[in-house]
Every structure is written in C-alpha cells, then in structure tokens.
C-alpha cells in the first residue's frame, strides 16, 4: 500500500539512466516541484512524494477544493477519448477548477503547423494562433493529439504538444501524446502500489493481438515509468515488436509468453503496431490473448489494461471479468493521478 514506508522498488527517478529524457520541450526550468508541463515520466522528480500524496488525494478527495478556485482547464482533443476527458474533468472540478472541453477535431478550426507555412490550403488557422488564444481562457491547457503512424520521425518528434508548449504561455499536461500516455502512466504506478504484496513485484507487460494498427504511447510510457520506477519489468511481445529502446532500458525483453507469465504477479496486457516497420501489424496470431491458461501460470496475478480493451481479441472475458481483474480500479485512479498532477501546478501558480 502507498504510505510513509513507501519504497518505491528500491529506486528513485533521480537514480535513472533516462532521466534525461523529455527535457527538451523545457522552455522555462521551474524548480523541481514547479510543474509547468506533464509530458512524461520525467516531470515527476519525485515518486515517492507523488505516491503518499496520490493517497492523500484519494482519502480526501475535495481538501483542495479552493484551490482552483476561478481557475480554468481546457481539454482539448484531436482524438476520442472517454477515460482521460471525464478523469481529467472529474480531478479539476474536485481542485474547484472549471474544465472547458473542446474536440478542436471536429469542432474548430483545421489547423495548420509549421514555419513559413502558405495557408493556401484547407487549413484555416495557424496552430500558433489557436494555442496562444486557447492560453489567454485557460490556466492549465491539456491536449490529446495521437500519431498518423505513417512518418516515425515526424510522431517521435512530438511536435503537437511541444506547439501546445512553446505557444500556450501556461502550463500543459499531455493527455495522451504520439508516443506517451503520462497520466494514464500514473495512475498504473498508483494501482500497482494499491495492489502489490511484495515490496519489487514481477510486472509482465504483454503485447496481444489486434485488428487495427494502435499507437505506442501507452506501452512506452508504462516502460518508463516503470523502469524510472526502478520495477522488476518483463516485456513480453512477438519478435519485430521491439519498442523504442530509450523507454525500455531496465526491462528485461522476451518472445515466450508463456515464460513471461510465470511467476508474475501483474499483467498488463496492450497492444502495439511495430515501431521498427513503423506503423505496422507484422502478427495477428490469437495465441497471443490473455486467457484463463496462461493467467493459472502466474502468481496469481493481477490483471491490467489502460481500457478501452477489445474483449475475446485482447483478453478473454473469464480474465477481464475474473477475480484478479483490476481494470476499473485502474480507470478510477485516473481521477487520482490528474488530480495530483493539476494540483502540483495550481500550487506553482499560489
Ligand atoms: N485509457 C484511456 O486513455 O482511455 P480513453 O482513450 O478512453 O481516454
């Protein structure tokens, strides 16, 4: 359970060999605890404190009720969502801020991005001019924006949300960006801590089939902060699934699920399109599912997905609806992991 003896796998995110990563979209350094973006695993310097006050947030829900007092949020998205959009609305209106949503897809205006660009297209308005604007309503902007996986190069440089940071002049927290899902990222660090039973817990991310090509971002960022995390990672997936080696240092990478499987005491299953034949479905072979079988070869493990899930493709229905799922209390906990998260900013703001 997260608490004072909180030992967070033996390891701190300071300790990291990729505690470098992200510090490029810093336009400002704020002192650690002065959050000005939350982009990934490494504007958390400090998962300890992160997780006792993940507990308090969960125990006292509404104790910070004025402190967003005649503050705005807007969420803006370029993609569905139903998790992080009501998460995200439900932690600001508990800080008594008023969240603003825009689906800036089909409601505004189509953008355009880039230097020098000629506007002679269909695209009616400048991102510049949308984000800049957007930060004169809002105190905290937060943006979803997944990748075409079409050009890796263009996805990994996250030009999106590094516009969103360059032009918006307050803060921003990613709600799932082209390759990281942070506050989905969060939440799973909190459940993990909720349900583990031994101090460094064997967590087994498994890739599972599906029909359409998804976006590595929910895997990358488990891997981060997983491994910031200092946890006893296994990644388990079909050969030509490797992911983008700067999220995985620490895990240790496997084609056997079965051997993944035993002994572990969490299983979060996802699926990935390849990043190295970028974008694409290279395995559609259902032996991959999480079934009832291969869940009887762990320690008992507990069940994960970020959700939505594609039920009977990804996991079969006696796992996701057995005992050891824990899928909705991971969803709850996204309520818990964006209200840390826009507190700490609103505290910057005091
Ligand atoms: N897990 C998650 O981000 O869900 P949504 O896509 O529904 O927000």
Redesign the pocket.
């Known amino acids: 359970m997260i608490g004072p003896a909180y030992s967070l796998f033996g390891r701190g995110l300071g300790d990291s060999p990729l505690s470098n990563v992200g510090a490029d979209y810093f336009l400002v350094q704020l002192p650690e605890r002065e959050m000005n973006k939350f982009i990934s695993a490494f504007d958390i310097p400090d998962f300890a404190a992160f997780l006792q006050e993940a507990q308090q947030v969960k125990q006292t829900p509404f104790a910070w009720k004025t402190l967003g007092l005649n503050k705005t949020i807007g969420l803006i998205f370029m993609?569905?969502?139903?998790?992080?959009?009501?998460?995200t609305q439900k932690a600001a209106l508990n800080l008594g801020m008023a969240p603003m949503v825009m689906n800036i897809d089909k409601d505004g205006w189509k953008l355009a991005s880039g230097e020098g660009v000629i506007m002679n297209g269909d695209a009616a308005e400048h991102v510049k001019d949308a984000v800049a604007v957007m930060g004169q309503y809002c105190d905290i902007i937060g943006v979803?924006s997944f990748p075409l996986l079409v050009n890796r190069e263009e996805d990994y440089a996250e030009n999106i949300i590094g516009d969103f940071i360059r032009y918006a002049g307050v803060p921003v927290v990613s709600?799932?960006s082209a390759t990281r899902?942070p506050?989905?990222s969060a939440a799973d660090l909190i459940t993990i801590e909720q349900y583990k039973t031994t101090p460094r817990p064997k967590i087994v991310l498994t890739w599972a089939p599906h029909p359409r090509a998804l976006p590595q971002a929910?895997p990358n960022s488990f891997a981060e902060w997983m491994c910031a995390a200092g946890a006893d990672l296994t990644i388990a997936h079909p050969e030509g699934y490797e992911l983008d080696p700067k999220f995985t240092d620490g895990a240790k990478i496997v084609h056997d699920q079965a051997a993944a499987f035993r002994n572990a005491d969490f299983i979060y299953a996802k699926n990935w399109s390849s990043y190295h034949e970028y974008g694409q479905i290279l395995c559609r072979d259902r032996a991959w599912m999480v079934d009832q079988a291969k869940m009887q070869l762990t320690n008992n493990a507990k069940f994960m997905h970020?959700?939505?899930v594609r039920r009977n493709v990804v996991v079969e229905d006696a796992v996701i609806d057995g005992p050891h799922s824990i899928v909705i209390q991971q969803?709850a906990n996204?309520v818990v992991a964006a209200q840390v998260v826009l507190k700490r900013m609103l505290e910057a703001m005091v």
Request: aromatic share 0%.
């Open positions: 993609n569905p969502s139903l998790r992080t959009r009501l998460s979803r709600l799932e899902h506050l989905q929910v970020c959700l939505p969803a996204r």
